[in-house]
């Protein structure tokens, strides 16, 4: 089975609509996909629909901003419940903090000669909501501020840069905790990707991420290197995650796999996807 379980939309930072996402998806000859747009499930609805109609096993899924060890951490939730309260408000509350992030972001700028980010960022961001750095970089890139879209972040957005904004992200185990009440599956994205200040760091995670009942952790992700992923393939034998994986999909013309292209699941180490393809096939 071919299957991608970490991709974005219009609802979030992505480039496509949930439905031009799906058509993508099925040129992909994808099997199983989920949407797991940045702190919501806006675009859920519509590429549900647009997911049965192509014959596509449909996850619903969110990809939840939360903060360890002073580093952002994303958690993806898998087979969630889009109408449960609990969880439409936890999402809801950090949808309000991107927007305040947002405007501190503009502040910044506005003080280095930059005018009119906030307008700009917000003008890109077809899911008002869901206001993130991508909508500024796109903005930095499309004014021809910079001349690279990542240019935008190592000179300004990334941490430590001067338009970058800590914010105070929900703690991990609250994310954990709110993905199952909501019926879904915790898994720790793309783990090789976090920038810690000391090596030990990542396994202190995968230690919490776990003792808070982390379910699984992403071995195959289209936004860390392959030696990433076999550091992260050995750590969920060793700690007895489920495996689980996805192309991190935002654009087309970005620099991670298309829908479905990430390396496949490792065949010896149980994965998220029979659970998955039992609930939604």
């Given at each position: 089975m071919r299957i991608d379980l970490?991709?974005?939309s219009t609802a979030s930072d992505g480039s496509l609509s949930p439905t031009e996402l799906v058509a993508l998806v099925r040129r992909q000859a994808v099997d199983?996909?989920?949407?797991?747009?940045?702190?919501?499930?806006?675009?859920?609805?519509e590429a549900r629909l647009e997911?049965?109609?192509a014959g596509i096993v449909f996850v619903p899924g969110a990809e939840i901003s939360t903060r360890w060890g002073g580093v952002v951490i994303h958690?993806?939730?898998?087979g969630l419940d889009e109408h449960h309260e609990g969880l439409k408000t936890f999402l809801a509350d950090i949808c309000r903090q991107r927007e305040s992030r947002g405007h501190l972001i503009a502040e910044r700028f506005d003080a280095i000669g930059i005018h009119g980010s906030f307008e700009g960022a917000m003008s890109l961001a077809q899911n008002q909501s869901t206001l993130s750095r991508t909508h500024f970089a796109r903005w930095l890139h499309n004014t021809g501020h910079v001349?690279?879209?990542?240019e935008a972040f190592d000179k300004y957005l990334k941490d430590g840069r001067p338009c970058c904004v800590t914010m105070e992200w929900p703690r991990i185990?609250?994310?954990?905790?709110?993905?199952h009440e909501a019926g879904g599956i915790a898994v720790l994205a793309h783990p090789g990707r976090y920038p810690f200040r000391n090596d030990w760091m990542l396994d202190h995670l995968f230690v919490d991420f776990k003792a808070c009942g982390g379910d699984a952790i992403e071995v195959s992700s289209g936004s860390q290197s392959e030696e990433h992923n076999r550091y992260c393939e050995a750590t969920a034998r060793r700690m007895g995650f489920l495996a689980s994986g996805g192309s991190d999909f935002h654009s087309e013309t970005g620099v991670r796999p298309l829908p479905g292209d990430q390396a496949a699941l490792p065949a010896d180490i149980p994965n998220v996807v029979e659970a998955l393809h039992r609930r939604y096939a």
């Open positions: 970490h991709m974005h199983m996909m989920a949407l797991t747009d940045h702190d919501t499930m806006a675009g859920v609805a997911a049965e109609a958690i993806v939730g898998l001349r690279q879209y990542q185990e609250k994310a954990v905790q709110l993905i």
